[in-house]
């Protein structure tokens, strides 16, 4: 997936009401407000003076005319701040069959209704094969060693989305949980069991009940981000019974 402009540097300021995020170019040192495209409590990756890349627009009826995508990281790294991008990496990923255990699937049907007023990232059908409903989760959090957690913040709706691929997986179509690591400098995951130790816990039911845990590393660039290799997700704590 390519970014539609080329990305700009600049130098954070501040990230504040959730989706705005101060900067100065660092082409011009003018000060700008961009959207931040991320909810989360993007920890590690919001300091003041981090270097990030910004995509510009010309749209007219856009207030801000930057997006904040990523932000430069240690090492050469990047991270990938936009919420909204993981998805489409994934459906590229998923019509291109670069996901080995989803590669058996022609038809891929975005956004479809089901659980309790949710909507499930993609549902997958094939001739033969039981449906496979795909929830994809973005991941950033890094903060020992090479350990990529989820979540950085307590998430109430990914407990949910757990909850209810639970739910499909007693019905016999497959349930997977997609975690996509949007940062470079990561090769392994697990949950952040000190930071929403609900959504652990719902992790490790969803898991003893049949929900398939993938995990995918990223490759980002100032240009654009696609899927990476598939990484280990740690198979630890596995305390909750199994469920039937």
Not at 83 to 109: C, D, F, H, M
Request: proline share 6%; glycine share 8%.
């Amino acid at each position: 997936m390519r970014f539609q402009t080329p990305l700009v540097p600049a130098r954070l300021i501040r990230r504040y009401k959730r989706f705005l995020a101060d900067a100065v170019l660092e082409s011009t040192g003018e000060e700008i407000t961009a959207h931040c495209p991320n909810p989360g409590a993007m920890l590690g990756l919001k300091g003041d003076g981090t270097r990030i890349w910004l995509e510009g627009n010309d749209d007219p009826k856009r207030k801000l005319k930057y997006g904040w995508r990523t932000a430069e990281l240690a090492g050469g790294h990047f991270a990938c701040i936009d919420t909204g991008l993981p998805n489409k990496v994934i459906k590229e990923a998923l019509l291109k069959k670069q996901i080995s255990e989803l590669s058996s699937y022609e038809t891929i049907r975005p956004e479809v209704a089901y659980g309790t007023g949710s909507r499930v990232d993609f549902l997958l059908a094939q001739d033969g094969l039981p449906d496979a409903y795909v929830e994809v989760k973005s991941v950033t959090l890094r903060r020992d060693g090479n350990w990529a957690e989820f979540p950085d913040c307590v998430t109430e709706r990914g407990a949910k989305h757990l909850r209810e691929l639970t739910e499909i997986a007693r019905t016999g179509a497959r349930a997977v949980m997609l975690y996509l690591v949007s940062r470079t400098d990561c090769d392994q995951l697990r949950m952040a069991a000190d930071l929403d130790p609900k959504y652990a816990k719902a992790f490790d039911i969803a898991r003893n009940g049949g929900v398939e845990m993938l995990c995918y590393a990223s490759t980002i660039s100032n240009t654009g981000m696609s899927i990476g290799k598939a990484l280990p997700i740690d198979p630890a704590p596995q305390s909750c019974p199994r469920v039937v």
